[in-house]
T-cell receptor, first 114, second 111 residues
């Protein structure tokens, strides 16, 4: 069974530029998460989807971040415009369904903003 | 004060040693406790999952939860160089589906 797929693995951009990250969860997993992981820290939740509905986006900085999961499968996280402080690893995770506590993570996208 | 506290280390031990990793937490509503292992430049990998208090063993790994003390532990027996990674504790409350992670402990097993 394939794991969570993320692309790109690495991205370097200049500040004020837009950037997008893509995630494909494990097949059949209805719940999808985006996390932010700063260097030397644990992941922090940005947004959680149940199918195509964003059910928890309270930690998403909505002035510059947006996300979508149009068909309830893969998802895109966008930052526009990027700031220096956005340099981090962006992790995607999935779990089989609502109420399932175990989450399975992808390899992450490492973003560097210059 | 963070909801979950974890000593970031680094922790360095010789091969074959018993390793003890710990987290404390403040939210008494937490009922689900997990340990993730994260290799450099990789995503976290679920290692152990426990519900409420008690012990769980899986091969060389043992997870312990003491809810009365708000303290969880992960023990690694006969540690191997391949166990060198960052270990993250994570926890959630009933129905929350939101994992709260510790900072992670960086562990090195020396051959």
């Amino acid at each position: 069974e394939a794991g969570v797929v993320q692309s790109p693995r690495y991205k370097i951009i200049e500040k004020k530029q837009p950037v997008a990250f893509w995630c494909n969860p494990i097949s059949g997993h209805n719940t999808l998460y985006w996390y932010l992981q700063n260097l030397g820290q644990g992941p922090e939740l940005l947004i959680r989807y149940e199918n195509e509905e964003a059910v928890d986006d309270s930690q998403l900085p909505k002035d510059r971040f947006s996300a979508e999961r149009l068909k309830g499968v893969d998802s895109t996280l966008k930052i526009q415009p990027a700031e220096l402080g956005d340099s981090a690893v962006y992790l995607c995770a999935s779990s089989p369904r609502r109420g399932w506590n175990e989450q399975f993570f992808g390899p992450g996208t490492r973003l560097t903003v210059l | 004060q963070k909801e979950v506290e974890q000593d970031p280390g680094p922790l360095s031990v010789p091969e074959g040693a018993i390793v003890s990793l710990n987290c404390t937490y403040s939210n008494s509503a937490f009922q689900y406790f997990m340990w993730y292992r994260q290799y450099s430049r990789k995503g976290p990998e679920l290692l152990m999952y426990t519900y409420s208090s008690g012990n769980k063993e899986d091969g060389r790994f043992t997870a312990q939860v003491d809810k009365s003390s708000k303290y969880i532990s992960l023990f690694i027996r006969d540690s191997q160089p391949s166990d060198s990674a960052t270990y993250l504790c994570a926890m959630s409350s009933q129905g929350a589906q939101k994992l709260v992670f510790g900072q992670g402990t960086r562990l090195t097993i020396n051959p």
